[in-house]
């Protein structure tokens, strides 16, 4: 099976990305170099020392889609401590790193942030194994929305269980609520989601229809200060004063957020009925906003909203832990269409505008053109 192209989901495939777009090679230097000029509506030296990193640890992967049906319903969950590029180049206000986080890996899949992607069908049970043998700290796995038994809420104040260093615990996770739901640490949770220690759990309904594209999006605000804390640099990290200055869709902040492999962009083709499981596993609200498209919610929480109550729409304010199921109609002139955070603040990096929570809608038949090769090269792509 041919690796696909763009956010995790049901993207083209790399063949014929490379088939469209003529990139197969002709960007080998654009990770090395930035731009010679970056058409940034500001561009502000922040004065910011990038972030030493530790070189003995990993550096996380993209998030995979894990099919747990496929694997017997069974699925191992692990804690790496890795380091996380948001933006590894120089262009648009880079490069934005996360020098320590503690990434949720699946069986022998590498660490990612935001966690594999658990997808089953509705009337199946998970056996979720949290493998803490090699952890350094407590952690617990909380699956929010499906009804499951007291024991297995994952919550270490109210069921007494807690997984220590060295030890595993299994939880039996019914898939009982279909819809897009979260996963997370649920011990010293404010800390260890921050920290990286979330993931999107979803449940099919049976005859479930997938979209002609179908993709998953997870926002997320970061105080990058916990994570220079935690890597023994000179931070002090308050939770009660949280100051955000990291904005990520699916771990990465633009450009790189529309690199074909490492980013999120929605790739369409003209006439696509497309489907976006909108997730945020942050602490703020993210208004949405998708430029000449209108979409509906069609399911909020995992809950399907009836179709008389909905209502055409361009922009949606997911709260946090919240999740917003949109649809529309690939109908637009085929282009390149931004999909971003309209807290501006949140679509920057530092004081670098644009950057951040910013990702977009490309259609294939656009990606010929040369402000789409731009592009590629802001957003680090080697081809």
Request: net charge negative; charged share 25%; hydrophobic share 30%.
């Amino acid at each position: 099976m041919e690796d696909q192209i763009g956010a995790p989901g049901s993207g083209i495939s790399r063949r014929d990305f490379v088939k469209a777009s003529g990139l197969g090679g002709t960007l080998a230097l654009a990770g090395c170099t930035a731009p010679g000029e970056v058409p940034t509506e500001e561009s502000v030296d922040s004065n910011a020392t990038p972030a030493q990193s530790n070189s003995d640890l990993p550096t996380t992967s993209p998030p995979e889609i894990v099919n747990v049906d496929e694997q017997g319903g069974e699925v191992t969950l692990s804690s790496v401590p890795a380091k996380h590029e948001a933006h590894p180049g120089e262009s648009m206000g880079g490069p934005v790193e996360l020098p320590q986080v503690w990434a949720f890996k699946a069986d022998d899949g590498e660490p990612s942030v935001p966690g594999p992607i658990l997808r089953t069908t509705e009337g199946e049970d998970m056996e979720v194994t949290f493998d803490n043998t090699d952890g350094m700290r407590p952690h617990t796995v909380h699956f929010h929305a499906v009804q499951k038994q007291w024991e297995d809420d994952g919550v270490p104040t109210t069921t007494g269980i807690r997984i220590d260093p060295g030890e595993k615990h299994t939880y039996t996770i019914p898939a009982n609520v279909p819809g897009t739901h979260l996963y997370h640490c649920h011990y010293q949770t404010h800390r260890h989601i921050d920290m990286g220690m979330y993931g999107i759990f979803r449940v099919d309904p049976e005859g479930y229809e997938p979209a002609d594209k179908e993709y998953f999006m997870t926002l997320k605000e970061w105080d990058s200060r916990l994570n220079r804390q935690m890597a023994g640099m000179d931070a002090s990290y308050d939770a009660r004063n949280r100051r955000p200055d990291t904005f990520t869709i699916n771990g990465k902040a633009a450009p790189r957020t529309l690199h074909p492999e490492d980013g999120s962009p929605i790739i369409v083709e003209q006439g696509d009925t497309v489907r976006i499981h909108m997730c945020n596993n942050g602490y703020m609200d993210h208004p949405m906003h998708i430029h000449n498209h209108r979409f509906q919610v069609t399911h909020k929480d995992g809950g399907k909203i009836p179709e008389a109550a909905r209502h055409d729409q361009d922009i949606t304010s997911i709260p946090p832990a919240g999740r917003h199921t949109i649809e529309f109609e690939a109908d637009a002139d085929p282009g390149i269409y931004l999909a971003h955070c309209h807290k501006v603040s949140h679509a920057m990096n530092g004081n670098s505008y644009p950057g951040g929570m910013v990702t977009g809608v490309v259609y294939k038949e656009a990606m010929d053109t040369d402000i789409f090769k731009q592009l590629m090269e802001y957003a680090g792509y080697e081809g």
